[in-house]
Each structure stands twice: as C-alpha cells, then as structure tokens.
C-alpha cells in the first residue's frame, strides 16, 4: 500500500506526529512519502499566524473562535483551499499514486479532498494533534479521522461526520515513548523541566525566575530554539539551573523528570501523559491551546500554574501530595502510547 503523509509546517506537532506515524507504517510495509506540496500557498497563513500569536493573541483567539462557529467562513476556507488542491495537487497524486493521503493539518486535508473528490478510490484520513475539533478540520469526503478524547468525536458529530468513522487512536508519538515507567505517585530524583516548546514563544525568563528560587535542579530544555536559548544564557543562574537547546533523549528525561512545566502543546500532552509526570501548564497559545488546557484539566492531566507557580510546585512535590498521586493516575489511564501503531494498522485495513 502507497501512502502519502500530507502536513505543512505552522507549528511543529503536525510533522512529529507525522513522522511517528510514518514509521510505523513502514513498519509494517507500507510505501511511505512525505507531501508539503502546498507550503507555498500557507505561507501568507503562516506569517499572520506567527504574528498573530506573538503580538496581538487576543485577537487571534478571538479570530480563531469566531472561525470556529461561523459557517461562512468554513464554506470560505474549503473553497480556496480545494481550488489550491486542484491548482498543485493533482500534479502530485499522479506522480506518487497513493492508495492513502494521511494528513496532519487541517488545510491538506482540505486541499487533497478536491483530489479525493476527483479519484474516489483514493482514502482520506485526518488526524488531529489537538485536543478538540475546530470547525476548519471538518472535511465531509475524509474517510475517517483519528483523534485522542471521546469528546473529539462529539466534536466531529456536531459538523455532521459520521461518529463510526472517527477511531480514538490517539495521537502518535515517538516509539521510545513506549518504554517502562517509574511507579505511580512516586518523586523522582531527575530535575524539573522547563519545555521550550517548538516556538519557543512565551515568557520563560519570569517562568525561569520564579523556579530557580526553588531547592530542586532546573532543565530548561529551548529545542531548536537558539535565539531563546541565548537569551536565557544571558542571565546568571544558580548552579542548579541548566539551559541546553536540542536533546534526543526527551523519552528518557520526561520518564525522570520530577515535574514538567511549559505549554500545552497536543503533541506534547500526548508525550507527557504517556510520561507520566506531574505537569504544570503555565501560558498557552491563544485558541487551540485554550481548549487542549481546559480538556487536559477537565480530565485531570495538568494544573494551571499561571498564578503562584511556586506554591503549585511545592504543593506537588509534597510528599504523600493527593494531587500528585491523582494526576499521574489519571496520565495512566488516558495515556495512548501505541497510539502510532493503532493508527497505522487501522490505516492500512482501508
């Protein structure tokens, strides 16, 4: 079986989920390729996204809820991006012949249902690195959709798709996700994480700050990042405090970490959870980031620390902290690690 991995790049958690998906397909002896064929018609998207969320981001979730109720606008959205679809990606489906275009982001899947549209025996399937369904992933031609929550169908079902087609795979991740765990409710001895987050948007200087007055060691860990981590280099930290860039070993530190704080990334939830470590989630992107926050608290996977970051700290890693035992109980159960492999086998029975 051919399958094409369609995803563009505005953010970085539709590409990782991806790329784990893709190696479980090859896996199992699947064809697979990548497709970006449609990043230069996001690119002006991209840019106001960026701009969006860094300058003014109450107005891009303002912006982002309004396109989320507004049904003119969804009939807006899908015209131009299946016009996009049959301007590049026609071209595309002829060179590569995929049985299957798997897409990560929700306008490649609305461009490639023009293609799906024109070639019915082509299968669509959408999958969703958030916690909830913006009204912009709804495409009626996909054959199904893959996402984490039950409340995610409920979601689909309101627009109209077929609740039967929608599979709580959850959201994949990397395979050396899936390795042993410490016990549940247990301190561990590794330090607290500070995630940087793809973007590395945020204010992690005041969120620094405010955990290097505590007696625990500090990773803030800036990804590819390089600007953000010169510019928390430029302080002078306790001994304590740490700040590298990439590191490949993110599985093995979440494992070990004795407490994750940072922003709540679907992708990242995704690896947390399956971590299992106490998480503290203290800003979030305007819109999406909203609605993973609030879900992830809804089911007990994270607490806020916007407000007295210490005090939240402290309280889980008291010792015997109900808290604490309660979150990494609830991160057990919800947690999808064979989320990669559910996926790619469901996939490959079309």
Same mark, same amino acid.
């Given at each position: ?7 563009? $790049?505005?953010?970085? #958690? ?8 893709? =190696? ?15 990043? !230069? ?25 309004? #396109? ?11 015209? =131009? ?16 012949? $995929? ?10 899947? @609305? ?17 969703? @690195? ?11 031609? &996909? ?10 169908? =409920? ?41 940087? #987050? ?52 993110? $599985? ?12 709540? #990334?679907?992708?990242? &939830? ?15 992107? &305007? ?37 604490r035992e309660r979150m990494v109980v609830n991160q057990r159960h919800w947690a999808r $690690?064979?989320? !990669? ?10």
């Amino acid at each position: 079986m051919r399958i094409l991995m369609a995803s563009l $790049p505005i953010g970085t #958690g539709h590409d990782i989920a991806a790329r784990a998906l893709a =190696e479980s397909l090859a896996l199992r002896g699947a064809e697979v390729e990548f497709s970006h064929h449609l990043v !230069a018609d996001v690119r002006w998207q991209a840019r106001l996204y960026f701009f969006g969320i860094r300058f003014v981001p109450s107005v891009y979730g303002t912006l982002f809820r309004w #396109g989320d109720r507004v049904r003119y606008l969804w009939d807006r959205h899908r015209r =131009e991006w299946r016009e996009a679809g049959r301007l590049v990606l026609e071209g595309v489906y002829q060179a590569y012949r $995929p049985d299957v275009v798997v897409a990560t982001h929700p306008f490649a899947l @609305t461009g490639w249902s023009w293609v799906k549209e024109r070639y019915p025996d082509l299968r669509l399937v959408g999958v969703l @690195t958030d916690l909830s369904v913006h009204q912009f992933w709804y495409e009626p031609l &996909a054959d199904a959709y893959s996402v984490w929550l039950p409340e995610q169908v =409920e979601d689909l079902g309101r627009f109209g798709f077929d609740r039967n087609r929608v599979w709580l795979s959850g959201i994949p991740i990397r395979a050396s996700f899936n390795e042993s765990i410490p016990l549940v409710g247990t301190i561990r001895r590794g330090p607290l994480v500070l995630l940087g #987050g793809g973007l590395g948007m945020g204010p992690y200087m005041r969120i620094l700050k405010k955990l290097a007055t505590l007696p625990y060691p500090v990773l803030a860990v800036c990804g590819h990042n390089e600007a953000l981590r010169w510019r928390l280099d430029e302080h002078r930290w306790p001994d304590r405090v740490h700040i590298v860039g990439y590191i490949e070993h993110m $599985p093995s530190l979440l494992k070990n970490a004795r407490l994750v704080i940072g922003k709540p #990334g679907g992708v990242t &939830a995704a690896e947390v959870c399956q971590s299992q470590v106490p998480w503290v989630l203290t800003h979030w992107i &305007a819109g999406q980031e909203e609605a993973n926050r609030d879900r992830l608290i809804e089911h007990g996977l994270a607490v806020r620390g916007d407000h007295e970051l210490e005090d939240v700290v402290m309280r889980l890693l008291s010792d015997g902290s109900d808290l604490r035992e309660r979150m990494v109980v609830n991160q057990r159960h919800w947690a999808r $690690p064979h989320a !990669a492999q559910d996926l790619a086998a469901r996939i490959l029975t079309l």
